[in-house]
C-alpha cells in the first residue's frame, strides 16, 4: 500500500472520531488549535525564515515572495481567523428542508460532514491553517497538500495543529499534510475515490485545471472567479 494511501486511511478514521464530537467540543477544538500556534510562534516563523531565504535564493521578489512571508502580526491574524472560524454557526446538523409528502412521511435535508477532503493550494501558509479550521468546522478531516515553496512554514503550522488536536483527544491525522510534494504523490491522491469525498484546489488556474483534469473525486473549482467592475455615470 502506498503511503499516501495508507495517510488518507488513516485520515478517515480520525474523521470518524471528529464527526462524533458536538458543536461546544469542535469550537473548543478550535480554540485548542489557534492557542497551540500563538505558542508555537518562534518555530513557526523561524520556519517561514528558512522559507523566504530558499525563494530569494531562487530569485523569487515582490508580490510573490510577500505572500509567503509571516511575521508577528501575520501569524496573530492566522490564529485570530481559526478563532473567528470557531465563531461560525455550526453548519453540522443544519436542516435545510422539511417537508410532510402527501402520504405522510416526513423529509428532512440534514447537514452531515463530507468525510475526508484533500486542500490542494500553492505559497501563501496561512491556508494551511484556515483550512484545516474550515473543514474541522464542518466536522471533515482535511488532508493539505502546498507548494513546495512553503513546505518549511506548512509543516511547522501543521505541527502544531496537530499537536493541539492530539491533546483533545481526536486523532492527529484528522489534519494531514503531505510532505512528498511530487506530482504522482498528487495524482495518486486525487484518484483515491474510495477514501477522499472532495478536492479544493486554491491557486493558479494552471494548478486548479490539473486537479480538475485529473480528479478521479469530486471537485470544487474557480477557475477565474466571477468579478466585475460597473462604472456608474457620476
Known amino acids: 500500500m502506498s503511503e499516501i494511501r495508507t495517510a488518507a486511511l488513516a485520515c478517515r478514521d480520525a ?8 458543536t461546544e467540543a469542535r469550537n473548543a477544538l478550535l480554540h485548542a488549535m489557534a492557542d497551540a500556534l500563538d ?8 520556519a517561514n525564515v528558512r522559507d523566504i531565504e530558499a525563494a530569494e535564493a531562487r530569485g523569487t521578489t515582490g ?10 502580526a ?18 453540522v ?23 475526508v477532503i484533500a486542500m490542494i493550494y500553492e505559497a ?18 482535511v488532508i493539505l497538500r502546498g507548494g513546495s ?21 481526536i486523532g492527529a491525522d484528522v489534519l494531514t499534510l503531505v510532505t ?11 484518484q483515491l475515490n474510495d477514501i477522499v469525498d472532495l478536492a479544493i484546489p486554491r491557486g493558479g488556474e494552471g494548478l486548479i485545471r490539473f486537479v480538475a483534469e485529473h480528479a478521479r473525486v469530486p471537485v470544487i473549482k474557480h477557475y477565474k472567479g466571477v468579478c466585475h467592475l460597473f462604472v456608474d455615470a457620476s
Do not use: F, H, Y
Open 15 to 22: 474523521a470518524a472520531q471528529l464527526a462524533m464530537l458536538d
Open 63 to 72: 508580490a510573490l515572495l510577500d505572500r509567503l512571508r509571516l511575521d508577528a
Open 149 to 169: 515553496e512553503a513546505i518549511e512554514s506548512n509543516t511547522a503550522i501543521a505541527d502544531a495543529l496537530r499537536g493541539a488536536i492530539e491533546v483533545q483527544g
Open 124 to 141: 501563501r501558509p496561512n491556508v494551511t491553517a484556515d483550512a484545516a479550521a474550515l473543514c474541522i468546522k464542518a466536522g471533515n478531516g
Open 39 to 46: 505558542a508555537d510562534a518562534g518555530s513557526i516563523l523561524a
Open 93 to 115: 446538523g443544519q436542516i435545510t428542508r422539511d417537508d410532510v409528502r402527501p402520504n405522510g412521511i416526513r423529509v428532512r435535508k440534514v447537514r452531515v460532514p463530507l468525510g
Open 74 to 91: 501575520r501569524l496573530a491574524g492566522v490564529s485570530a481567523a481559526v478563532r473567528e472560524v470557531a465563531g461560525l454557526p455550526d453548519p
Open 180 to 190: 512528498d510534494l511530487r506530482r504522482e504523490t498528487m495524482l495518486e491522491l486525487l
